[in-house]
């Protein structure tokens, strides 16, 4: 027997209880080097300021464990960028940390609860999404109850995070305090329809008072998608109100979103998609303290308006909002898989130019953005795309640099997922 599978071995006897229910071991790998070149990426690229190219890597590995009422996963990675420390190095820049690392027990075959650090994905991810495009992606300390018969699905989430081990309470802004969601998924024929419900509690201290408070921010909606025979589509309706957390105090919230997408299938190779986006904003000259932006808090924002991250990824927030006009053409044959996706930017609110005060256009710009796929085997594939930023003045205005500029990004990434060992029992 080969060394690293009598390791394998070893670790499956040390997860194996003394039982006759059946039990499985899996022990999956996953490397994925990225390059990108990015020349006007996120902002506008500015005079006198050149691109730059890298090459990022997340190298994952995962154990999985199945028994007869629990399940268990746990994920490490290292994230890292080629050379981020010295070929000599003895110790590494981020180290080693864990992804996941949760458990899950069924009551029954309708109640199960799971608990540890873990994925929260719903929907097509456009407010709760694992983001798998970052090489770190996102995952939650949470305990989820989830209640499953037939065509339905009912989950109950909660969360609290802190700093630390601490004897007093003390400030906690790295991420929300507390989180408190409901998600119900009912699937019909030919329709699946979902109700969301969450409540995220951010911390602040409040000087005047002396001491911690929590700020309440509410997001609830619905999500729905069906499919026919060559018609296919998605819409999602979802609000926000509550609170915001700010120095010293909190603001009201009132934001709302919409978006629809339609789709035609020509041929099982080819189809045309065709979509739009709402999301609202605030006037660059209202007074009023009331935040009145949506947020799109823990989505998977990489795969919606546009692949240079203008809007919502890490950035845009508490802006003028957003309206995205797009199309999507896909061509899929054997192992390729190209895709071509224009879209129009418009902002929701008005955009004013700060020397002269006059309203400017609402048109911010142009994208399009090309990508490619070819899997080579199960277990190794290659992707890569190109886009381009055609920008408005109005988008000078929001993101600074200049429209006139070549605003453009590529990138390839290579993906290898094998299945390193299985054991079942």
Same mark, same amino acid.
């Given at each position: 027997?080969?060394?690293?599978?009598?390791?394998?071995?070893?670790?499956?006897?040390?997860?194996?209880?003394?039982?006759?229910?059946?039990?499985?071991?899996?022990?999956?790998?996953?490397?994925?080097?990225?390059?990108?070149?990015?020349?006007?990426?996120?902002?506008?690229?500015?005079?006198?300021?050149?691109?730059?190219?890298?090459?990022?890597?997340?190298?994952?590995?995962?154990?999985?464990?199945?028994?007869?009422?629990?399940?268990?996963?746990?994920?490490?990675?290292?994230?890292?960028?080629?050379?981020?420390?010295?070929?000599?190095?003895?110790?590494?820049?981020?180290?080693?940390?864990?992804?996941?690392?949760?458990?899950?027990?069924?009551?029954?075959?309708?109640?199960?609860?799971?608990?540890?650090?873990?994925?929260?994905?719903?929907?097509?991810?456009?407010?709760?999404?694992?983001?798998?495009?970052?090489?770190?992606?996102?995952?939650?300390?949470?305990?989820?109850?989830?209640?499953?018969?037939?065509?339905?699905?009912?989950?109950?989430?909660?969360?609290?995070?802190?700093?630390?081990?601490?004897?007093?309470?003390?400030?906690?802004?790295?991420?929300?305090?507390?989180?408190?969601?409901?998600?119900?998924?009912?699937?019909?024929?030919?329709?699946?329809?979902?109700?969301?419900?969450?409540?995220?509690?951010?911390?602040?201290?409040?000087?005047?008072?002396?001491?911690?408070?929590? %700020? =309440?921010?509410?997001? @609830?909606?619905?999500?729905? #998608?069906?499919? +026919? $025979?060559?018609?296919?589509?998605?819409?999602?309706? /979802?609000?926000?109100?509550?609170?915001?957390?700010?120095?010293?105090?909190?603001?009201?919230?009132? %934001? =709302?979103?919409?978006? @629809?997408?339609?789709?035609? #299938?020509?041929? +099982? $190779?080819?189809?045309?998609?065709?979509?739009?986006? /709402?999301?609202?904003?605030?006037?660059?000259?209202?007074?009023?303290?009331?935040?009145?932006?949506?947020?799109?808090?823990?989505?998977?924002?990489?795969?919606?308006?546009?692949?240079?991250?203008?809007?919502?990824?890490?950035?845009?927030?508490?802006?003028?909002?957003?309206?995205?006009?797009?199309?999507?053409?896909?061509?899929?044959?054997?192992?390729?898989?190209?895709?071509?996706?224009?879209?129009?930017?418009?902002?929701?609110?008005?955009?004013?130019?700060?020397?002269?005060?006059?309203?400017?256009?609402?048109?911010?710009?142009?994208?399009?953005?090309?990508?490619?796929?070819?899997?080579?085997?199960?277990?190794?594939?290659?992707?890569?795309?190109?886009?381009?930023?055609?920008?408005?003045?109005?988008?000078?205005?929001?993101?600074?640099?200049?429209?006139?500029?070549?605003?453009?990004?590529?990138?390839?990434?290579?993906?290898?997922?094998?299945?390193?060992?299985?054991?079942?029992?």
């Amino acid at each position: 027997m080969k060394p690293y599978n009598q390791f394998f071995v070893v670790i499956a006897f040390a997860f194996t209880p003394i039982s006759s229910f059946s039990q499985e071991l899996e022990v999956n790998l996953q490397i994925r080097p990225r390059y990108e070149y990015r020349n006007g990426f996120k902002e506008l690229m500015k005079d006198e300021f050149y691109p730059t190219s890298f090459v990022s890597q997340r190298s994952r590995m995962s154990f999985f464990f199945k028994h007869e009422k629990f399940k268990a996963n746990l994920s490490f990675q290292n994230i890292r960028v080629w050379g981020d420390v010295t070929t000599t190095s003895s110790s590494d820049k981020n180290g080693i940390a864990i992804f996941e690392s949760w458990v899950s027990y069924y009551f029954n075959d309708n109640w199960s609860t799971k608990f540890g650090r873990q994925v929260l994905s719903y929907d097509n991810q456009r407010i709760m999404g694992g983001i798998d495009w970052l090489q770190q992606g996102q995952s939650h300390d949470a305990v989820l109850v989830t209640n499953k018969k037939n065509n339905y699905q009912l989950d109950f989430g909660l969360a609290l995070n802190n700093n630390n081990e601490t004897l007093y309470e003390s400030a906690y802004v790295t991420n929300y305090k507390n989180m408190q969601f409901i998600w119900f998924n009912q699937k019909f024929s030919k329709l699946n329809l979902s109700i969301l419900a969450l409540n995220n509690g951010y911390q602040y201290e409040n000087l005047d008072e002396n001491k911690f408070k929590i %700020a =309440y921010l509410q997001t @609830f909606g619905t999500y729905g #998608k069906w499919d +026919t $025979s060559k018609f296919y589509g998605d819409f999602g309706l /979802y609000a926000q109100t509550g609170d915001l957390a700010i120095i010293n105090d909190k603001v009201d919230v009132a %934001a =709302y979103y919409a978006g @629809f997408n339609l789709g035609y #299938k020509f041929t +099982t $190779s080819f189809k045309i998609e065709l979509g739009f986006e /709402y999301l609202s904003g605030k006037d660059q000259n209202d007074s009023d303290t009331k935040v009145k932006s949506f947020s799109p808090l823990f989505g998977t924002n990489h795969a919606f308006n546009g692949l240079m991250d203008y809007f919502y990824v890490g950035n845009h927030k508490n802006t003028v909002g957003l309206q995205d006009v797009y199309s999507k053409f896909f061509f899929e044959k054997n192992k390729w898989q190209i895709t071509l996706a224009p879209h129009l930017f418009y902002s929701s609110a008005d955009i004013y130019n700060s020397d002269t005060l006059e309203i400017q256009e609402n048109y911010l710009g142009t994208e399009i953005d090309i990508t490619g796929s070819y899997k080579m085997d199960k277990n190794f594939l290659i992707s890569g795309g190109i886009s381009k930023m055609f920008a408005s003045t109005s988008m000078e205005i929001l993101k600074g640099g200049n429209s006139s500029n070549c605003n453009n990004w590529a990138w390839v990434m290579v993906s290898f997922t094998p299945q390193l060992f299985t054991y079942k029992k």
